[in-house]
T-cell receptor, first 114, second 117 residues
Framework: AAGVIQSPRHLIKEKRETATLKCYPI?????VYWYQQGPGQDPQFLIS???????DKGSIPDRFSAQQFSDYHSELNMSSLELGDSALYFC?????????????FGPGTRLLVL | SQQGEEDPQALSIQEGENATMNCSYK?????LQWYRQNSGRGLVHLIL?????REKHSGRLRVTLDTSKKSSSLLITASRAADTASYFC?????????????????FGKGTLLTVNP
């Protein structure tokens, strides 16, 4: 079965640079979520999109922005990178199904900021 | 803010033994989900239990939910070395927007389970 695809899998950037992470949800899924997991930490919710509209916002820095495109893929844009942005970034997708919803996670993009 | 707290933070057992991990949360929930993560890898969904359910089984997994105590437990029976991973509970935070509902997940700190062969 198709899973969530994230690219790139690994990314090394320097401070103050910009990074773009991409997420391709499971086909027919209409909701995309972005999470950030620092070393030894639990995943923290950043932002989500439902039907290409931003639906919820968590602890996402102003330096980050995201959008969902007409083909439902999503991109997380990160500017003015800081050392503390080094983390594993997960994308998850789901299909709205009434009162419960399982989120399926991608393999993550490991970002290292030097 | 932190929703789920997991207990214990680390657990080491022998193959064949049962492993029990607990999770507590603070607010009302719609459902609670358990995920597994191998070191530095992706999150794999294990099981979802709704707020109106008390127990659920899936293979060697058994999950309980006590909404009065705001707690859940994950039991892995007859553990295997391949079960070695971090286990996270995650609760939803329902937001009702126009046209639908969206559920971000709030994760606990996780339990690192080591199953020794």
């Amino acid at each position: 079965a198709a899973g969530v695809i994230q690219s790139p899998r690994h990314l090394i950037k320097e401070k103050r640079e910009t990074a773009t992470l991409k997420c391709y949800p499971i086909p027919r899924h209409d909701t995309v979520y972005w999470y950030q997991q620092g070393p030894g930490q639990d995943p923290q919710f950043l932002i989500s999109f439902y039907e290409k509209m931003q639906s919820d916002k968590g602890s996402i820095p102003d330096r980050f922005s995201a959008q969902q495109f007409s083909d439902y893929h999503s991109e997380l844009n990160m500017s003015s990178l800081e050392l503390g942005d080094s983390a594993l970034y997960f994308c998850a997708s789901s299909f709205r199904l009434g009162i419960q919803e399982t989120q399926y996670f991608g393999p993550g993009t490991r970002l290292l900021v030097l | 803010s932190q929703q789920g707290e997991e207990d214990p933070q680390a657990l080491s057992i022998q193959e064949g033994e049962n492993a029990t991990m607990n999770c507590s949360y603070k607010t009302s929930i719609n459902n609670l989900q358990w995920y597994r993560q191998n070191s530095g890898r992706g999150l794999v969904h294990l099981i979802l239990i709704r707020s109106n359910e008390r127990e659920k089984h899936s293979g060697r997994l058994r999950v309980t939910l006590d909404t009065s105590k705001k707690s859940s437990s994950l039991l892995i029976t007859a553990s295997r070395a391949a079960d070695t991973a971090s286990y996270f509970c995650a609760t939803d935070a329902r937001r009702v927007n126009s046209g639908g509902s969206n559920y971000k997940l709030t994760f606990g700190k996780g339990t690192l389970l080591t199953v020794n062969p």
